[in-house]
């Protein structure tokens, strides 16, 4: 029977402006991160002002969010990989503990 | 005079910008060439027959994978050998490159921007590669601005340190930066020398003092060089100064016995004004504009307004007579709206040229999907073409699986093999047909046969039901199973049952196993049979995975009948047509035709991605003929009459002809009104031809029917440059009714998008046109603006010296940077510019409140207005005021215009262009006249 | 090597800078964050390149999309050096403009009011003896009736053209 196994990794929650999607995400894929979910339509607040959900016509302009589960040591990398870019861009990255579960194959099979 | 500034080392100047300015080499142009013809090889799409190898890991590794062994270079005195066997990535070149040169990391990005604004084209296109999403070349040959950067720099240090080798001196940043400082007399007069700005009768004591090395000397020449420059600049200016004075009615003399404080006061305003002049001409051309416009607009309402006014005809409708029409919201379709509602019985709206319809579309022979909708949308949607045999008037009759099926049966007579069936039907059967090159002669010719009889289609926009796509990959795969059989073994469709191909393509996909009927009737042994179905496996795609991926294509295609609704309410909600439809609604797309253009497409829809706007229009007409649709809108208060059609057209901009589309489609006894439709929209033409014919400057055209076969030339002469003004001149974009500028002579420099914001509580509409059509018209009236303020560096220059270059740019010369912008054609008339540089004047009819509101909602939008980008005007319809943002905040402007409002250029030309009701009688009167006549 | 003069022209070739490299044939390079760092600058320093679509679909574009987080002004003026480009027509060209009457003259005098309105005060000439000029009038002969010389290198100061306009130097 397979298992859940437990890893403990870190989360990083990158929120950006549609038109960046690509580079954050080809970022984060040269950087060996496993893979990663991306989250649209996300409205909110900030320091620019009000960002609405969801634009009929443009998937620039609207926010999103990408999430991540990465090992410990790719946390450093990966900001430093973003400090440029967030030097000049509005958005914002979360990092914090998690524990991923994965199925995993029992050697016995 | 200025020394030179360490601080702009980097930042304004790369290190052998330096070696090039103060020892005159040219370091610049020998780095431009050697990179072009670097870039230009790997990136080129199919022209040039040379292949590079190693393309697919990336433009800087191929192109380091041949700059090792490449003798040309080693001719320049290059040798990147050294550097190239260090580093295996871009990434790591750059930082060798960097590192070796020592500049400082606080300065790198600067130094990137520097590097690149050298071939800012060819940067550009790189750029926009990189992350084009499906752009067939990228996938294959990838490359980007780090590939590019890492190139630049990797034959940039050879080059200096050849340079420095030459000159004996270090080259390097911190050797800059103390050679500016420790010996900046030396710098300023090499500075001069070789620039070209040099004082002619110093230029030899210069030389000679830069020769001798000797500090002091150059120091002592250089002070003096200083001060007679400056002394012969300040004469210069007084010289000026004194003969704008005078000029402004302040003699010599009196000038002279101004007091101190006054002069000083007058040279520093000249000075300060002089920095910003151009600013200022611009905004003066822009009010000039605007209160031209609200003028206008002003004397328009009072005019309708006015009781004891005779109505022109061009006013809202009576029943049954009238016909509605849905243009795009480009400048040109002003001129036909304009010219069709004075024929009296048109009511005509704005929108943008999608028609509120994302949609990747595939036209029928291509294997690809083009995205019809602004380059910021991207679409969730596919609609497919599918040749229509059946001349009946059903027109939801055929699902996608009855045509396919039709079109697969077709097939069967031709010699290609399964391949054949994927262009047929489209990329949704996931074989990647672009770049294969199978039997090309063949395919080739059969491509052909399909364009040459261009056959009428069927737009497919509707949802394929689950169980139908699942019989079409059925259908498909045995169809399969039947080629290769005849393939393989050369054994003929009629030579097996049908229980055999089943067979096969079940054993095929996995679900049965065992030796099949078919290998047990025709001999085969085991391991014949393997092969056999390994083939059909891989060659033919009869695989779990590939079917998996076909029902995914095939779930793309078309839209749910609630987002078929949701589209159409949208739109006819955003311009206000919810109740009082015409019998006949046309909706008219737009593209233009011209030969031998590259820059066709510029010409074309841009709320359309640069393509023609005929097929959205012919699916936004589908959809709001549907029944099924109208009984949704129905329940939402959108009640269409069952008499109400929709019909597509499109308008050529070229020669302003417009064709409908979709007619067959009719019922029978509305052909008629066609007939009647389709003179009104030549008569239109004619005249609008005529108008542009006197801005093309075309002599002789004397009638609107000269002007009509004059235009109609440009479209089919392979020599013309200027087929059409296209998009210049553009200067507006007003966002309200129609009736605010009905029967208005806008002069085709308007775009018009049609809105009520009584249907619009939420605002939510209104966001969608500012945040959609607003940016692409913005785009547009950028673009034309910088290219005609300065059409050598943001433009592309005359045409006449274009190179087509890799099929994807063009380049002025052989070797050189890529060309943006537009061509100086396209905005230049001679050397004057054509187009009037401007900022686009936005005026919005709503509420203040409404707009504040929508601008709050959008940050782009608002960004673009807080900067100055858009220039914004809000006509309150309910305060009656018109309110204008500048300089951070709103402020009112004088509505309606007080009685001196008039501008000089109206007093002047209003002779010439008369807007009343007069003029439109007259027009009436002539259009009669047309009608009548045989 | 050759030395002269007392100043050495060291050849930039990295492995003699570093002499523990000298014995390695592998590339070592920049680590994982500082190549993604690179990365990530080169990107963002490209922002404010045109943006070029192939021909085939040619896409109207802002060409200084990369700077529309400023102020318009200001963008012109950095996109002007940045690209060696004019941000606004010759003045010879919105003089045409203007005699074509697309450039209203009463527009022109209201603008170099505003800008007066906002300068003077700023720098004032600091002697109420009445005596000044009429700067509205110069600024706008400057632009409707003078045409436009190439500007030179040299920035002579407001003293040495003053010196110029006045040579008897006996008023104050």
Known sequence: ?109 | MKMLDTALIGVRWTLYDLVDRLYGARINATLNELQIKGCMDFLDEGQSVWRMPGRRQGMFRAWSHIAKRNRRLRLHGLDVGGILAQVDQPEAAIHLVMTGLQIPERLWMDYFALELSKLHGWAGFVRWRAQARDYYWQDRNPADLVDFIAIRLVLSLPLIEEAAKQHQRDFRYPAWVRCLEERPHECLLRHELHSGAILPDYAHRVEVALDSGDAARIKTLSQDYEREKTAREAATRALRLQELCGRAGIPRAELAGKRSAALRQMIDAVYAFRSQEGFVWMQALERTYARALLAKLAEHRARTADPSVQPVSNEPRRDGSEIQALFCIDVRSERLRRRLEQLGHYETYGVAGFFGVPVNFIELGKGHEAALCPAIVTPNNVALEMPHRHGGHEHDGHSLFHLATEVVHDLKSTVLAPYITVEAVGLLFGFDMVGKTLAPAAYNSWRKTLDNGKQPTRLMIDKIPRDDALDLIATLQEEMVVRAVDRHFGVKREAVTTGMIRELREIALGNTCGRSDFARRFDLDAAAETLFLTSLRLEYGLNPEQAKIQLEHLARIGFRIELQALLVGNLLKTIGLVEGFAKIVLVVGHGSSSQNNPYESALDCGACGGDRGLVNARIFAAMANRREVREQLAERGIRIPEETWFIPALHDTTTDETSLYDIEQLPPGRLTQLTRIQEDLSAAGRLCAQERCAELEEIGVDSPETAASRVKRHALDWTQVRPEWGLSKNASFIIGSRNLTRALDLEGRAFLHSYDHLHDPSGELLVGILSGPLIVAQWINLEHYFSAVDNDVYGSGSKIYHNVVGRFGVMTGNVGDLRTGLPAQTVLKGERPYHQPMRLITLIEAPLSCVEGALAKVFKVRELVQNGWVRLLVLDPVTDRVSVFEHGRWSAQPWPPGPNHRTRADRRTGADRPVGAEAARRRRKRAATLEASP | MTRTNGEAAPSINPTTLDTTQRTTVTPTGPDLGRTLKIRSMVTVAGEFLPFMWPMRNFIHHNPLNGFEHLPFEEAVELATRLFHARGYLRRTDYQALMREGRIDPDIIEDLVSEFLKDWVPRHDASEDDGEGLDLGRILVTLMTRMDQPSVGNAYPSTEAILARLRPSADQP
């Open chain 1, 1 to 109: 029977m397979n298992a859940l196994s437990v890893t403990a990794m870190k989360k990083l929650e990158i929120i950006v402006e549609g038109e960046q999607r690509g580079f954050v995400v080809d970022l984060l894929d040269r950087a060996g991160a496993g893979g990663y979910t991306i989250l649209h339509n996300l409205s909110g607040k900030g320091t620019h002002g009000v960002h609405q959900g969801h634009l009929m016509f443009n998937d620039d302009s609207v926010l999103v969010m990408i999430v991540t589960a990465v090992p410990e040591e790719l946390v450093g990398p990966i900001l430093e990989g973003l400090t440029p870019f967030f030097n000049k861009h509005m958005g914002v990255v979360f990092t914090s503990d998690i524990q991923v579960s994965r199925m995993v194959k029992m050697p016995t099979d």
